[in-house]
């Protein structure tokens, strides 16, 4: 079993839409979550972070947290063609090591 | 600010070959990882420098995988010799080196080994 899964997708969502993703994680011990954006032939680019349980939004964007079930989400509301990327969560425990998922390949339909 | 660069930005090689990329970190960053980025995989922590030392490189394959950061700053990673399941983008990245901190990350080098 991965450390933490996302679904690779791909995602294609008509411009105005809700871009729902997600990940689950096994390893109790992640108290960081992150959401990075790749654009195709680029390093990935840090998006939102939360740190623990909760919610967390950013204009357009909101990161959402489950420790409980060990379950994180992002939503991209309004999406706009130039949101079409790949997402890669994540996560780490109380160090710099981060575990990412496979990412989710998302296109926003102009 | 200028980001993390890194060279080249696409290598092909045969396997058996000996290929090395290097990577110049954002100004007074501490901290410098390399992750290996296998196509429709997440990246993976290859290893990570503090200042010139290495803080972890447990996923690193010492057999044919080397990397090094000279005086703390830009850091080289090489294969030797190279297999065909390396082809992939190797990712450099940086950082502060404070508690938790953005790692930002350079456009990676994308290695083909036939």
């Known amino acids: 079993q991965k450390e933490v899964e996302q679904d690779p997708g791909p995602l294609s969502v008509p411009e105005g839409a809700i871009v729902s993703l997600n990940c689950t994680y096994s390893?109790?011990?992640?108290?960081?979550f992150m959401w990075y954006r790749q654009y195709s032939r680029k390093g990935p680019e840090l998006l939102m972070y939360?740190?623990?349980?909760g919610n967390k939004e950013d204009g357009r964007f909101t990161a959402q947290v489950d420790k409980s079930s060990k379950y994180i989400s992002l939503f991209i509301r309004d999406s706009q063609p130039s949101d079409s990327a790949t997402y890669l969560c994540?996560?780490?425990?109380?160090?710099?090591?981060?575990?990412f998922g496979a990412g989710t390949t998302v296109t926003v339909r102009a | 600010e200028a980001g993390v660069a890194q060279s080249p930005r696409y290598k092909i090689i045969e396997k058996r070959q000996s290929v090395a990329f290097w990577c110049n970190p954002i100004?007074?960053?501490?901290?410098l990882y390399w992750y290996q980025q296998i196509l429709g995989q997440g990246p993976k922590l290859l290893i990570q420098?503090?200042?010139?030392?290495?803080?972890?490189d447990s996923q690193l394959p010492k057999d044919r995988f080397s990397a090094e950061r000279l005086k703390g700053v830009d850091s080289t990673l090489k294969i030797q010799p190279a297999k065909l399941e390396d082809s992939a983008v190797y990712l450099c990245?940086?950082?502060?080196?404070?508690?938790?901190?953005?790692?930002?990350f350079g456009p990676g080098t994308r290695l083909t080994v036939l």
């Open positions: 990245a940086s950082s502060l080196g404070t508690v938790f901190d953005e790692q930002f």
């Open positions: 390893n109790s011990a992640f108290q960081y």
């Open positions: 939360t740190y623990s349980s």
């Open positions: 994540a996560m780490s425990a109380n160090d710099y090591k981060l575990s």
């Open positions: 100004s007074g960053h501490a901290t």
């Open positions: 420098f503090q200042n010139n030392g290495v803080v972890d």
